[in-house]
T-cell receptor, first 116, second 110 residues
Framework: NAGVMQNPRHLVRRRGQEARLRCSPM?????VYWYRQLPEEGLKFMVYLQKENIIDESGMPKERFSAEFPKEGPSILRIQQVVRGDSAAYFC??????????????FGPGTRLTVL | SQQGEEDPQALSIQEGENATMNCSYKTSINNLQWYRQNSGRGLVHLILIRSNEREKHSGRLRVTLDTSKKSSSLLITASRAADTASYFC??????????FGAGTTVTVRA
């Protein structure tokens, strides 16, 4: 049973470009979460999705950031017109399809975004 | 503000010694999780302890939870060089939104 997959592992973008980060949850998991980690800090919640639904995006910046989890395929975190402050590690986590409050979230290896 | 805060920020020990780190949080939780992160890598889930549990073991790891003090501790016994990593506690005070501290960086010297 493969773990949470994320790609790419490293992404370099110039200011103004778009960044697309992909996450495939563990088999059987239908809840996906995105977190951001700035250098020397802990992870900060961004968004929680289920298939075809955004459940909670309260941690995501209002502009330039969007997330989706389509019926087929991976979850995508999209950052438009990237700025240097977007440079961070972005982690995806998944959990089983029952109450997310009581279960472990399993994390992927992360995508390290560098904005030049 | 961060819900979970680890203490100390950094810890350096000799191989074979025990390492203890603490986590304090502010509001009621359903469960508390500990994760390990090796430098530049992803998070590895270590252990989950529920609010009605006081102690849990997994291999060389021992986790305690004191809900009256809103604190948890992670003990790594007989440390190895491979235990060198950052350790984070994560709480779910805000439901599924895990809240992480800045972590404890553990260095195990050979």
């Amino acid at each position: 049973n493969a773990g949470v997959m994320q790609n790419p592992r490293h992404l370099v973008r110039r200011r103004g470009q778009e960044a697309r980060l992909r996450c495939s949850p563990m088999k059987g998991h239908s809840h996906v979460y995105w977190y951001r980690q700035l250098p020397e800090e802990g992870l900060k919640f961004m968004v929680y999705l289920q298939k075809e639904n955004i459940i909670d995006e309260s941690g995501m910046p209002k502009e330039r950031f969007s997330a989706e989890f389509p019926k087929e395929g991976p979850s995508i975190l999209r950052i438009q017109q990237v700025v240097r402050g977007d440079s961070a590690a972005y982690f995806c986590a998944s959990s089983p399809p029952y109450s997310p409050s009581y279960n472990e979230q399993f994390f992927g290896p992360g995508t390290r975004l560098t904005v030049l | 503000s961060q819900q979970g805060e680890e203490d100390p920020q950094a810890l350096s020990i000799q191989e074979g010694e025990n390492a203890t780190m603490n986590c304090s949080y502010k509001t009621s939780i359903n469960n508390l999780q500990w994760y390990r992160q090796n430098s530049g890598r992803g998070l590895v889930h270590l252990i989950l302890i529920r609010s009605n549990e006081r102690e849990k073991h997994s291999g060389r790891l021992r986790v305690t939870l004191d809900t009256s003090k809103k604190s948890s501790s992670l003990l790594i016994t007989a440390s190895r060089a491979a235990d060198t990593a950052s350790y984070f506690c994560a709480t779910d005070a805000d439901d599924y939104k895990l809240s992480f501290g800045a972590g404890t960086t553990v260095t195990v010297r050979a």
